[in-house]
Structure formats: C-alpha cells, structure tokens
C-alpha cells in the first residue's frame, strides 16, 4: 500500500553536492521508519541512514562520516538525503525504502517498501 519513487540522482564532481528524494504514496507515511540504502553491481544493499516517524536519525558512520543527512517532510510525504563531499566510492544506486516498524531489521535491508532506485555517480 505504499509506494516510494527516488529522484536526484546523477553525475557530481568528487566533492559535490546532492540531494536525493523519495516521495511516498499511501495512507500512512507519517507512521512509518524511512531509510536510505545504496548498492553497487554485484553486492548487497547496505544501509545509509534511517529516520524514524518521530525524528530520531540513524546513520551507518563509516559510510557517512557527518557527510550526510536525512530528513523528512510528512506533509510532503517526501523524505531526503543531503549528500556533501561526495567521493568516489559513495557511487552507487540509492534505495528509498519504508518499514512501518524499523528498527535494526529494517536497517539490516529487510523493509516493506522500496523504491526503484536513483544512480549516483561520482566522478573524479
């Protein structure tokens, strides 16, 4: 019943900026956990950062390293990721998903929701 649609991907310089979002459809947004997670060929989703449907962030810090931050607008049913001094391993395709209970399963790639996806590439 919800369904998430990614955007803001694309090609930025080492350094750069992006901000990538995620707007969702259903009845019951505000309630649920939303997370960023990234994935290159060949290898697993791995989690980015999550927001819980108080506020409360999480952040995988050795990916983000105070680089990144999520937010999220519920009147908007739109949650963001703010992508600063990128580089060149953060290249990857970013996956909105929602869980309507989180947690560490959810951070762990087990959601009840993605979205399709949004390239980020980083060049040099």
């Known amino acids: 019943q919800v369904q998430l649609v990614e955007s803001g991907g694309g090609l930025v310089q080492a350094g750069g900026s992006l901000r990538l979002s995620c707007v969702a459809s259903g009845r019951t947004f505000s309630t649920y956990e939303m997370g960023w997670f990234r994935q290159v060929p060949g290898k697993e989703r791995t989690f980015v950062a999550s927001m819980t449907s108080s506020g409360i962030s999480t952040y995988d810090a050795d990916i983000v390293k105070g680089r990144f931050t999520i937010s999220r607008d519920n009147a908007k049913n739109t949650v963001y990721l703010q992508m600063n001094s990128l580089k060149l391993d953060d290249t990857a395709v970013y996956y909105c998903?929602?869980?309507?209970?989180?947690?560490?399963?959810?951070?762990?790639?087990?959601?009840?929701?993605w979205g399709q996806g949004t390239h980020v590439t980083v060049s040099p």
């Open positions: 998903a929602a869980d309507r209970s989180g947690g560490r399963s959810f951070r762990g790639g087990r959601a009840g929701y």
